[in-house]
């Protein structure tokens, strides 16, 4: 699978969409409210039952919050201006694959040998491929210059890159790659041990807090980089890695 852009991830992400306002759901809401308890705590605030689906993003986000403040982690100006460079280069060229890839995909469409099975699939991945180009397309139609919320974008990605090398660096273990670049999930797993034993945060329901250590600590989730790759992946950014052609 190619590695999407930042703009074009954001840009299809799915969507929370808002609860329908009617009497019913109001008046379920009404019902709810009365039973809503607090299930955990991060950094003196509480975590109430009706935001159990967002549980491990809210302790996650303000812990590594935290992290970064007492290590004076953030992202420069270049810093940012490189990655956004970076990425536009990226873009291009992972537009030039999927135009390939289209093309490829047409040609082979038109073969009166495939199976079944064969065309359903290429016709799914030519699906995909025009997809991510309209996307793609829709995306660079709009001003060249990054605005306020690109640039905010960005340097939240470079933060958070440099807050997965320090983690690694004090903890080490192993490393996946999610679309977002390397994770140092073993580092996150003794980094948030330490900070629930310190007090940082506490989860009082059960099944939420096994929920919030299953990423953590499941190893059958994920496919580890070996060690050295592992190594390499946070050593330097994904964005300043040379790109293979496709």
């Not at 939240?156 to 140092?184: D, S």
Request: charge should be negative; aromatic fraction near 8%.
């Amino acid at each position: 699978m190619k590695t999407l852009p930042f703009i074009i991830l954001c840009t299809t992400a799915p969507l929370v969409t808002a609860q329908p306002d009617n009497p019913e759901s109001a008046e379920v809401a009404k019902e709810g409210k009365e039973k809503i308890t607090t299930i955990a705590e991060v950094l003196g605030k509480p975590i109430k039952s009706d935001q159990s689906e967002a549980l491990t993003s809210l302790i996650f986000t303000a812990m590594m919050g935290k992290y970064a403040k007492e290590k004076m982690i953030d992202a420069t100006d270049e810093e940012v201006e490189t990655f956004l460079s970076k990425n536009d280069e990226l873009g291009k060229s992972t537009r030039d694959g999927f135009i390939r890839d289209k093309k490829r995909l047409e040609e082979e469409l038109k073969s009166t040998s495939l199976s079944d099975a064969d065309r359903k699939k290429k016709e799914e991945e030519l699906a995909m491929a025009v997809d991510v180009l309209k996307n793609m397309d829709e995306e660079t139609e709009k001003p060249k210059k990054p605005d306020a919320d690109e640039k905010k974008m960005a340097r939240e990605f470079v933060r958070t890159w440099k807050v997965n090398r320090a983690l690694f660096k004090q903890y080490g273990g192993r490393v996946i790659f999610q679309q977002a670049g390397p994770e140092p999930v073993d580092a996150y797993r003794d980094f948030l041990r330490e900070e629930e034993a310190k007090g940082s945060f506490k989860i009082t329901d059960e099944e939420s807090k096994k929920v919030f250590w299953k990423y953590f600590t499941d190893g059958s989730m994920h496919t580890f980089l070996d060690a050295k790759e592992g190594a390499q992946a946070m050593e330097t950014p994904w964005w300043l890695k040379e790109q293979k052609p496709e």
